[in-house]
């Protein structure tokens, strides 16, 4: 079956480290790749999106792989801050389609 | 420019009700997309609309549907509710809806079902 999995517990890291997020894929062909940082009540913002030629995007503190042999995307926040503190999204496109397949979320928390 | 906008942002049903979710795009946008968001199933793609047209749908009932006006404001109805219908309800506008166009997100509108 098709699936995309993030890491499921919660992610704890203190200021100024880097965090690592995981997304995994089974069974689809994206064509892109995208990363939705989710804050309580509010919706999805857009972050960085990643073609499947691809290997690694950055923007600011911001980093993202794509790894198609592994299906496998890392996002990456260095010198992360409090405010970085959110649930973070991985979405994928598959290829020929337009629709959006969502992963549940990591919740990440910086710890000043 | 102004963001997403849906209304309302909280509604409360009872089982059997219908209900219908009002999302305005941002200005120029013409592809609207809507989601369904549930703490076990994540954030799921119920369809998306581009020039008043269904475009692509995700695996939900024909209990679910929308629709788009020629303004690229959309409407997404869902019949006979359920106690599972309860979740935030997400919408999303873009340029044309490619891929590589940036999705932004509404709020959300809370819909309870009891």
């Known amino acids: 079956s098709q699936k995309i999995e993030q890491n499921s517990e919660a992610l704890n890291i203190q200021e100024g480290k880097t965090a690592t997020l995981t997304c995994n894929y089974t069974?689809?062909?994206?064509?892109?790749l995208q990363w939705y940082r989710q804050d309580p009540g509010r919706g999805p913002v857009f972050l960085l999106l990643?073609?499947?030629?691809?290997k690694e995007k950055r923007k600011e503190r911001l980093k993202v792989t794509f790894d198609t042999t592994l299906k496998q995307s890392l996002f990456h926040i260095t010198a992360s801050q409090p405010a970085d503190s959110a649930t973070y999204l991985c979405?994928?496109?598959?290829?020929?389609?337009?629709?959006?397949?969502f992963g549940t979320g990591t919740r990440l928390k910086v710890l000043a | 420019k102004a963001g997403v906008t849906q209304t309302p942002r909280y509604l409360i049903k009872t089982r059997g009700q219908q209900v219908t979710l009002s999302c305005s795009p941002i200005?120029?946008?013409?592809?609207v997309s809507w989601y369904q968001q549930t703490p076990g199933q994540g954030l799921q793609f119920l369809f998306e609309?581009?020039?008043?047209?269904?475009?692509n749908k995700g695996n939900f009932p024909g209990r679910f549907s929308g629709r788009q006006f020629s303004n690229s404001r959309s409407e997404m109805n869902v019949s006979t509710l359920e106690l599972g219908d309860s979740a935030l309800y997400l919408c999303?506008?873009?340029?044309?809806?490619?891929?590589?166009?940036?999705?932004?997100f509404g709020p959300g509108t809370r819909l309870t079902v009891l």
């Open positions: 999303a506008s873009s340029l044309v809806g490619s891929p590589t166009d940036t999705q932004y």
């Open positions: 069974n689809y062909s994206p064509a892109y």
């Open positions: 990643i073609r499947e030629n691809e």
């Open positions: 979405a994928l496109v598959p290829s020929g389609t337009y629709k959006y397949i």
């Open positions: 200005s120029g946008h013409r592809s």
């Open positions: 609309y581009f020039s008043e047209t269904q475009r």
